[in-house]
Nanobody, 116 residues
Framework: QVQLVESGGGLVQPGESLRLSCAASGFILDAYAVAWFRQAPGKEREAVSCISQIDSTPAYADSVKGRFTISRDLAKKAVYLQMNSLKPEDTAVYYC?????????WGQGTQVTVSS
């Protein structure tokens, strides 16, 4: 059974950093891409970053490029999102997603709030 569990969210001030974690189970992590999405209040869910299954090639939304870094640890079965230079507009619930095993799986989300 595929499961994704996010953690690491919180309340930070503009300019600070957070690292989100996505604990993955029930599938082979290096066989599938994993993505981070976010959804701010009143807005649609948007893709933030993705890491490819083949060679860990990352991709980023323009809004986070240069500030966020996605990575994975196969031994720990986890995917991370390092978020630096956070802005108020980064405030959202962040979700982990994969299409492993022919499905579409989401975690429960973790809240990130950037406010002074």
């Amino acid at each position: 059974q595929v499961q994704l569990v996010e953690s690491g969210g919180g309340l930070v001030q503009p300019g600070e950093s957070l690292r989100l974690s996505c604990a993955a189970s029930g599938f082979i992590l290096d066989a599938y891409a994993v993505a981070w999405f976010r959804q701010a209040p009143g807005k649609e869910r948007e893709a933030v970053s993705c890491i490819s299954q083949i060679d860990s090639t990352p991709a980023y939304a323009d809004s986070v490029k240069g500030r966020f870094t996605i990575s994975r640890d196969l031994a720990k079965k986890a995917v991370y999102l390092q978020m630096n230079s956070l802005k108020p507009e980064d405030t959202a619930v962040y979700y982990c997603n994969t299409n492993a095993n022919w499905g579409d799986y989401w975690g429960q989300g973790t809240q990130v709030t950037v406010s002074s």
